[in-house]
């Protein structure tokens, strides 16, 4: 009876580690399947995240593309004709009239001035050559000369990038943040500060405008032209904050991670 008793605690006991050890072993099968399938999980969102990112890139350089193939148009097509037409109505005899003649020359210098604005404007080797600092310090000096605007610009002695090519992305979001000040914001000042630091560049837009609920804005996912600027963050490897409240104006403020690439 004794060794009867002793069997079946040594089969209980076999038993036991038995279930324990097919327990251990099916708990294993699962944290590997659940790493795994996390691992997979991961992988997709890292193949995802780089199909967006050249996407976005590709979009980009056919705007820039664009951009630049209407700038050559302006300037060698549309400007040299103009020349010529300016020229000669300054060529013409003493019978025409002269008052009227003045005013169409006038009209054809404007002409041609905005033109090359416009092309230098959409020309990125403009931005290269004179670099982001001054092409925001020229934008907003025109929007002080259109007498709507009081504009407030305050940067950093260097600016630190992380590439060449960064600098046109960035200053594109800026355009794009300043175009939804003048079209939605009713505001009288826009401020422009730039911090820049070897790690980190931050850039801080503020309007006095009329301001918009933030919150709308996170549950409809619109918003004022906000999509192409979060887009663009994303290519940077930027962050986008953006603090407004209805009748308070609007600060968005860009992180931008940087190398030290001062320029």
């Given at each position: 009876?004794?060794?009867?008793?002793?069997?079946?605690?040594?089969?209980?006991?076999?038993?036991?580690?038995?279930?324990?050890?097919?327990?251990?072993?099916?708990?294993?099968?699962?944290?590997?399947?659940?790493?795994?399938?996390?691992?997979?999980?991961?992988?997709?969102?890292?193949?995802?995240?780089?199909?967006?990112?050249?996407?976005?890139?590709?979009?980009?350089?056919?705007?820039?593309?664009?951009?630049?193939?209407?700038?050559?148009?302006?300037?060698?097509?549309?400007?040299?004709?103009?020349?010529?037409?300016?020229?000669?109505?300054?060529?013409?005899?003493?019978?025409?009239?002269?008052?009227?003649?003045?005013?169409?020359?006038?009209?054809?210098?404007?002409?041609?001035?905005?033109?090359?604005?416009?092309?230098?404007?959409?020309?990125?080797?403009?931005?290269?050559?004179?670099?982001?600092?001054?092409?925001?310090?020229?934008?907003?000096?025109?929007?002080?000369?259109?007498?709507?605007?009081?504009?407030?610009?305050?940067?950093?002695?260097?600016?630190y990038i992380v590439d060449a090519n960064n600098d046109i992305i960035l200053y594109r979001m800026i355009q794009e943040i300043i175009n939804n000040?003048?079209?939605?914001?009713?505001?009288?000042?826009?401020?422009?500060?730039?911090?820049?630091?070897?790690?980190?560049?931050?850039?801080?837009?503020?309007?006095?405008?009329?301001?918009?609920?933030?919150?709308?804005?996170?549950?409809?996912?619109?918003?004022?032209?906000?999509?192409?600027?979060?887009?663009?963050?994303?290519?940077?490897?930027?962050?986008?904050?953006?603090?407004?409240?209805?009748?308070?104006g609007t600060v968005i403020t860009l992180l931008i991670r940087s190398k030290q690439i001062p320029v």
């Amino acid at each position: 009876m004794p060794q009867e008793k002793e069997n079946i605690l040594v089969t209980i006991v076999i038993v036991s580690v038995f279930l324990v050890l097919v327990g251990a072993f099916l708990l294993l099968l699962l944290f590997v399947f659940l790493r795994r399938q996390r691992k997979n999980k991961q992988e997709k969102e890292e193949m995802k995240n780089r199909f967006e990112q050249t996407l976005l890139k590709t979009q980009l350089e056919i705007q820039e593309q664009t951009f630049k193939y209407i700038s050559q148009e302006i300037h060698d097509n549309i400007g040299q004709v103009l020349s010529l037409v300016r020229l000669n109505l300054n060529t013409l005899g003493e019978n025409a009239n002269g008052e009227k003649v003045e005013a169409t020359d006038e009209l054809l210098g404007k002409a041609i001035k905005d033109l090359r604005d416009l092309s230098h404007n959409l020309q990125n080797n403009r931005l290269h050559d004179i670099g982001i600092i001054e092409s925001l310090r020229q934008l907003l000096f025109s929007l002080e000369k259109s007498g709507r605007y009081q504009t407030r610009f305050i940067a950093s002695d260097h600016f630190y990038i992380v590439d060449a090519n960064n600098d046109i992305i960035l200053y594109r979001m800026i355009q794009e943040i300043i175009n939804n000040i003048i079209k939605h914001a009713n505001a009288r000042t826009i401020d422009v500060k730039i911090d820049s630091l070897p790690d980190l560049t931050t850039v801080t837009i503020g309007d006095d405008g009329i301001g918009f609920n933030t919150s709308v804005l996170k549950e409809s996912r619109t918003g004022i032209g906000l999509q192409n600027i979060a887009n663009r963050a994303r290519m940077i490897n930027a962050s986008v904050d953006i603090k407004s409240t209805p009748g308070s104006g609007t600060v968005i403020t860009l992180l931008i991670r940087s190398k030290q690439i001062p320029v």
